[in-house]
């Protein structure tokens, strides 16, 4: 039988708790791994597989065996499958794969690792943040303010650590401060945070979604569970985010950088973060670029204090304040990763979608040469046009999407400014030395590059590092 969306949370939940049958892992990465393990623990009988075969998998597969799991590698046994209790998905596998499909033709429940987790730890207060662009640093913010506010409080999900990891832990965090991707909102029907946060909607991941409203109904996920009592925080400067939540049920609190009549804002009169009717620190102690970082500082600081009475207490407002002035930028998100020859690298290779990208552009001061490319995700990169007039002395366009970053781009800058297409199959080193040869004293080189690392790299941290290495070993 096929169950809807609101019941699987339900099935599932009643089948971790009874044991009832084996529940099938599919996909044996870090969040997949944990999965199975936790069930062990918890006494479930799990089949995990994977179609890979690296000397990596092998060894987590042997692990897993050890546990008590029964794992194939380099196949799915889709009969197994089939007659599952649930099966738990990494959401680095696309709905598309035959191990899903297999499930929903039989219909067995199929959810995330994250929901598993959350279903094993029911005491486990969380702020949940979803987004297109700045969920990753909120999420950090989040649970650097909750630590410093004296909570055993860890960052999870999508920021890289699996929930179920810290399930494994014993005791297990009170506290969790985590990161959802769309990917895992559409497999977590079971959602209902403290807190949950929506930090912006743009187009995104249209390689995956076959339309932006798709990836959108993926992000409204978040909601399904809401009540009267739900608190929800979301900007007040996004239309899209508006349009989404509209008659969502819920307390809702708002933050902005423009606007005034909400919960947390920017005063630019006296450069001061407002939160809940009163100041809580100046925005030059906020070490962090642009606009965008100082909404992701209101963000966190708006979830938290509503999270619990107790984080709104003065002294409460005193902590989260030095805990921000402390906070740095996260690694891959403009980090700063050499500074020689009077020319500044900077490593913003999260920037996996074009309004990613447009947020990095708007935030430097200095002539730019831009990194753009890798594997297109499906959107137009001619957006990115204005911003680039304004500041870029070149744009770099390298990888799968090339060809198409030329294409959107070049005739819009014309020779103001030029677009350089580095050959097909050319390596990632001479990307670098392109923009290299572009760049003059005083300017910067920034890999922002508005798509996905998986035509030349394992993921975006892989690239960030290269990108680092090669500004050191090239600066």
């Not at 994977?50 to 092998?58: E, P, Q």
């Not at 959108?216 to 608190?231: E, G």
């Not at 001479?430 to 040869?437: E, F, L, M, T």
Request: proline share 5%.
């Amino acid at each position: 039988m096929a169950f809807a969306p609101q019941e699987v949370a339900a099935v599932v939940a009643r089948r971790l708790a009874e044991r009832t049958g084996e529940f099938a892992v599919i996909g044996l990465g870090r969040s997949g791994v944990a999965a199975a393990r936790l069930l062990r623990k918890a006494g479930v009988s799990v089949y995990a597989s994977d179609a890979g075969t690296s000397d990596g998998m092998r060894d987590a597969a042997a692990a897993l065996e050890r546990e008590g799991a029964s794992v194939d590698v380099g196949m799915h046994n889709l009969h197994r499958i089939a007659h599952a209790a649930a099966v738990v998905v990494s959401p680095g596998v696309p709905p598309t794969a035959p191990p899903l499909r297999t499930a929903r033709d039989a219909g067995i429940p199929i959810v995330s690792e994250v929901e598993v987790a959350l279903r094993l730890m029911p005491a486990l207060r969380y702020i949940a943040i979803t987004g297109t662009n700045g969920k990753t640093t909120t999420t950090a913010m989040v649970g650097h303010l909750l630590r410093a506010l004296g909570h055993d409080a860890m960052d999870v999900g999508n920021i890289g650590t699996p929930v179920s990891e810290i399930a494994l832990r014993d005791p297990a965090p009170a506290w969790a401060s985590l990161e959802i991707s769309s990917f895992q909102l559409h497999d977590t029907p079971g959602m209902l945070p403290d807190v949950g946060v929506l930090t912006t909607l743009s187009p995104d991941h249209l390689d995956r979604y076959d339309s932006v409203a798709e990836y959108y109904a993926d992000k409204k996920r978040m909601f399904v569970n809401a009540t009267l009592p739900s608190r929800w925080v979301t900007t007040a400067d996004n239309t899209d985010v508006h349009e989404l939540v509209r008659a969502v049920p819920g307390q809702w609190y708002h933050f902005s950088t423009r606007r005034t009549d909400v919960e947390a804002w920017y005063d630019r009169s006296t450069g001061q973060l407002m939160v809940m009717g009163a100041p809580v620190m100046p925005r030059d102690d906020l070490a962090l670029a642009g606009d965008h970082n100082v909404a992701n500082a209101l963000s966190a600081l708006l979830s938290v204090m509503v999270a619990d009475e107790s984080h709104r207490t003065p002294e409460a407002r005193v902590a989260m304040a030095r805990a921000l002035r402390e906070f740095r930028a996260l690694a891959h998100r403009l980090e700063p990763v050499s500074e020689r020859g009077g020319i500044t690298w900077l490593n913003d290779s999260k920037a996996t979608n074009v309004s990613s990208t447009q947020v990095a552009i708007a935030g430097m001061t200095r002539p730019t040469v831009l990194l753009l490319g890798g594997r297109h995700k499906g959107e137009p990169y001619t957006s990115l046009a204005p911003a680039l007039r304004r500041t870029a002395r070149a744009v770099v366009a390298y990888g799968e999407a090339g060809l198409q970053v030329h294409a959107d781009l070049a005739s819009l800058l014309g020779t103001d400014v030029p677009v350089h297409l580095v050959p097909a199959g050319a390596s990632f080193e001479d990307v670098v030395r392109v923009a290299r040869g572009c760049a003059r004293r005083g300017d910067v080189v920034l890999l922002s590059p508005a798509c996905s690392s998986y035509d030349m790299f394992r993921n975006y941290e892989e690239r960030g590092r290269e990108f680092a290495r090669l500004a050191e070993a090239l600066g």
